[in-house]
């Protein structure tokens, strides 16, 4: 064959290729529909949220908040949370990711989930998970996935939990292994 006309059907095959993505990514279809951008972006944000009394319901702190404005919905990286119970001390509630739906009222927080306990509130209590849904209204916390808890001297695993941050109650749900090992 020619060099020409090996140059010539090379060139020609980049033309059609480059001019079907063109085309591909003007017409998107099914699974390509183009997202519409977050109407806003918080960085290096502080939100503190108060219940119908006018008393602290929680804050929150983060790098990046940005709310889709099609669902309402908003997502949060690296979320951390500051939850206070009824003595008004704080949960530290931290993962990867956060999501919160259009009424606001859960939050869905995702990777590398971890609650700890008011320091001031004995025995210190850390609760970590992969998801954990956070009900603000009422103060709690929930899941269905594999939960480890820990506090001094004692470890438990299991299935699903639900946590009452008011009451400092932490109850695993379903397939529960504990470990003591009493301090000396």
Do not use: C
Not at 92 to 99: C, E, H, I, S, W
């Amino acid at each position: 064959m020619n060099w020409r006309l090996t140059l010539t059907v090379v060139l020609l095959l980049g033309a059609i290729a480059s001019g079907w993505q063109v085309w591909r990514m003007s017409h998107p279809g099914g699974d390509d529909v183009l997202r519409t951008r977050p109407d806003y972006v918080l960085r290096d944000y502080e939100i503190t949220s108060l219940d119908k009394q006018g008393r602290e319901s929680f804050t929150l702190r983060g790098p990046v908040l940005q709310r889709d404005p099609a669902d309402k919905t908003m997502t949060l990286a690296t979320p951390r949370f500051q939850v206070p119970d009824r003595s008004g001390r704080y949960w530290d509630v931290q993962a990867q990711q956060g999501f919160v739906p259009a009424d606001g009222n859960q939050l869905e927080l995702r990777g590398q989930v971890r609650a700890d306990s008011p320091p001031d509130a004995p025995p210190a209590t850390r609760i970590e998970t992969d998801r954990l849904t956070l009900d603000m209204r009422a103060n709690l916390a929930r899941t269905t996935e594999e939960v480890t808890v820990t506090r001094p001297g004692l470890t438990m695993r299991g299935l699903g939990l639900e946590a009452d941050f008011d009451r400092q109650q932490v109850s695993l749900l379903s397939q529960v292994h504990t470990r003591y090992v009493p301090s000396h």
